[in-house]
């Protein structure tokens, strides 16, 4: 069995997160990969679709896939470069032409009601692949066809009165409740507990895209001892999100040893009003980053933060999170290591007393486009 662990890649002001499980299973958490990273004359842009292809399981006809792939919300920083990543229709179809360009299978697709809202009209091109290939999936499982075959799965994060949704019940996770089910198995030393989306924001077509977003809560157990990790993932969910979480949830929910600073490190998290007319962070807040355990760390997935007025990242933001973790524990993807130009993914390995940062190597810390693609090591070939 693999020690767990969880990479953060440096894409700019944007989200890919890819988790490794115990059993060698896979899950990633939205994506931003332009085509500049695939780029071997772009030495300062990581490619992060060539270290999926080191890192991924092969099956026995060679075809790299993802045990699961989730989406947060559709909008274009959390799924930019989709299409050229992954491969989308009949699993069956797959052929040597995709193989050649590295297209990526994905066994279990995850997303929120929002995709097939009608509220949804002004999506990316991009999502809307995403959209497509879900409704192929969606159609796929109502038909009972060939939902069950690798390629094919679906999973629903939040609840929808949409109509479009009835007879998905079975593979429909909502707030509140956890899943320990990805890609076929049910795994005993995992699960993701759902905090959001709510109804309410799934289905009003006031709510900002943002506030659709999945927010998880993913737990390992490790060498025997359950919750030995704690990590939070929240796409690009805002302050009345993480306001409403905090009073509906309980302790244990609540806690993190990792916690993705929300919309990139924007000052959105701490208070719905502008950090320049209200400069204190709102309660709920500061309550949850106070759930954190010994040794806490808080990644901001994001340009370097500069003392400017950007929002995101935010550098107010980036104050009061070190307020809370101290600078050490503090990353920001993208000047991660710190002082380097060249930025590479930041990977922790979660043990039985909580994370711990991968030691990059010297050819990793003196990185090129040539010792990038050996990081990976080499991938593993399963029926």
């Known amino acids: 069995m693999l020690d ?13 997160s890819l988790i490794q499980l115990s059993n060698e299973g896979t899950i990633l958490i939205d994506c931003n990969i332009t085509n500049d990273s695939r780029d071997v004359n772009e030495e300062s842009i990581y490619d992060v679709h060539e270290h999926l292809l080191s890192t991924l399981k092969k099956d026995n006809n060679g075809v790299p896939f993802v045990d699961a792939f989730i989406l947060t919300h559709p909008d274009e920083d959390h799924c930019l470069g989709f299409s050229e990543t992954f491969y989308t229709g ?5 052929s040597e032409t995709d193989k050649k360009n590295g297209l990526i299978r994905i066994d279990e ?24 290939e879900a409704e192929r999936r969606k159609k796929l499982y109502l038909d009972k066809k060939t939902e069950k075959i690798s390629g094919n799965r679906i999973r629903i994060i939040g609840y929808s009165d ?18 320990n089910f990805v890609n076929g198995n049910t795994l005993k030393d995992f699960s993701f507990f759902v905090h959001a989306p709510f ?25 025997g001892e359950k919750n030995a ?61 106070n759930k954190k355990r010994v040794g806490a760390k808080i990644v901001a997935s994001c340009d370097p933060i500069k003392d400017d007025d950007n929002n995101p990242p935010h550098f107010a933001a980036k104050e009061e999170y070190i307020k809370i973790v101290g600078k050490e524990n503090f990353f920001v993807t ?28 010297r050819s990793q810390s003196n990185s090129s486009k040539s010792a990038i693609r050996k990081i990976g090591g080499t991938p593993h070939t399963y029926g």
């Open 4 to 16: 767990p662990s969880i990479t953060y890649f440096p894409v700019g002001n944007g989200d890919t």
């Open 90 to 94: 009949d699993p069956a179809k797959y």
């Open 109 to 132: 697709l995850w997303f929120t009601p929002r995709i097939f809202s009608p509220h949804e009209k002004d999506m990316c091109d991009t999502a809307k692949v995403i959209r497509n």
């Open 162 to 179: 949409n109509s479009d949704l009835e007879g998905l019940e079975e593979i429909i996770t909502t707030p509140g409740n956890s899943i």
């Open 199 to 223: 109804k309410k924001d799934t289905d009003s077509k006031w709510s900002e895209r943002n506030d659709t977003s999945v927010v998880l809560q993913a737990r390992f157990d490790i060498d």
């Open 229 to 289: 990790a704690l990590a939070f993932f929240g796409g690009d969910s805002e302050y009345g999100i993480w306001d409403e979480i905090v009073q509906r949830s309980d302790e244990d929910t609540l806690k993190w040893d990792i916690f993705m600073a929300p919309h990139h490190c924007s000052w959105t998290f701490f208070n719905e009003t502008p950090q320049e007319d209200n400069k204190k962070p709102c309660k709920s807040a500061i309550d949850l980053l």
């Open 334 to 361: 993208g000047e991660y290591p710190p002082g380097s130009k060249k930025p590479l993914p930041l990977t922790f390995i979660l043990t039985k007393n909580g994370p711990r940062e991968k030691e990059l190597s």
